[in-house]
């Protein structure tokens, strides 16, 4: 009998996209302290996650046979646009969400993770001509409304949020790279697996971006980080930027598109959980509003969208 989604397999479909969502959930607290220590920067801090996934996916590739990782072979004419798809996708969207985690709460960066959707259907309007309906202007509506009462309402400066305004902003400009990563790059996306996109995308990221930190990366006195950084610097890598991405596509063979996409809203919740629990974020009453209201309006959108865009993966 065929296999469909509802069989008794859909568990581990489940079981995968709460974990992958809960290890990008917790990244961005857990970047947050790395980055309080002072010992190193938001942009070294990018550099070490780009170079150290990069080598994960080397090291994999070479490593694991062709029954696990798919050996596709690429067009020459898409290189290109796997090169251009990496600055939007890992540079951009990486740098700049880890520069914003520097600047404000790691709840409200992970918030803004679930806004791409909303982007990407802005984008696909304005770029492909994507027709919206009613539902798809409110739920753009009520979502940014969410996102600028976010915004405006985080002038606390408290629990090493020393420029939140501008981190929130800086997190909400790294959604915007994924999304017009989506729209552009739809071509590359449909004909490559998520292994080889990741892979190319890495690699290109390791050899453009990560020279352009290299002052960066020198100011940090690497003998001197204490254990929990390099544990940290460890889960950034492994599990946020390699095993995560991998549990995405076994997910998308088990569950609906709709249910794959609802799972990110379980990132705010794991980020709001570690954050308040180690004490560098605060949930107050307005967070709880603003988030509420952009989860609302992703809902619409997603909803109303047959081909569904999916959230950006932190």
Sequence with gaps: ???????????????????????????????????????????ALSAIRIAGGALVFFLMDMMLPSSIVKKEKIMRGDYMKLFLASILMIACNQ????????????????????????????????????????????GVAVGLGGALMLVLSDNDSSHGSTNPILGDILCLAAQFCAALYYVIFKDIISRYSPWTMMKWMFWFSAVTYVPCCLPWLMEVDYASLPPFVWWSIAYIIIFASFIAYLLIPYSQRLL????????????????ALLATAIGIAAFGLTKITATALIFI???FVTRSTTDKPQPAKQ
């Excluded at 859909?10 to 809960?22: I, P, T």
């Excluded at 609906?256 to 980020?271: A, H, N």
Aim: with cysteine.
């Design 256 to 271: 609906k598109p709709t249910v794959v996409s609802m799972y990110t809203y379980f990132q705010p919740v794991f980020s």
């Design 1 to 43: 009998m065929a296999r469909t989604l509802s069989d008794n397999g859909a568990w581990k479909g489940h079981l995968a996209m709460l974990f992958a969502n809960m290890v990008w959930g917790i990244m961005a607290p857990i970047s947050k302290t790395i980055l309080l220590t002072g010992l190193v920067s938001p942009i």
């Design 297 to 299: 309006g992703v809902a």
């Design 95 to 138: 740098g700049l969400y880890i520069m914003g985690v520097g600047l404000t709460s790691p709840i409200d960066a992970t918030v803004m993770c679930t806004i791409t959707p909303i982007f990407t259907m802005i984008l696909a309007a304005i770029l492909i001509g994507m027709p919206i309906t009613w539902m798809k202007a409110a």
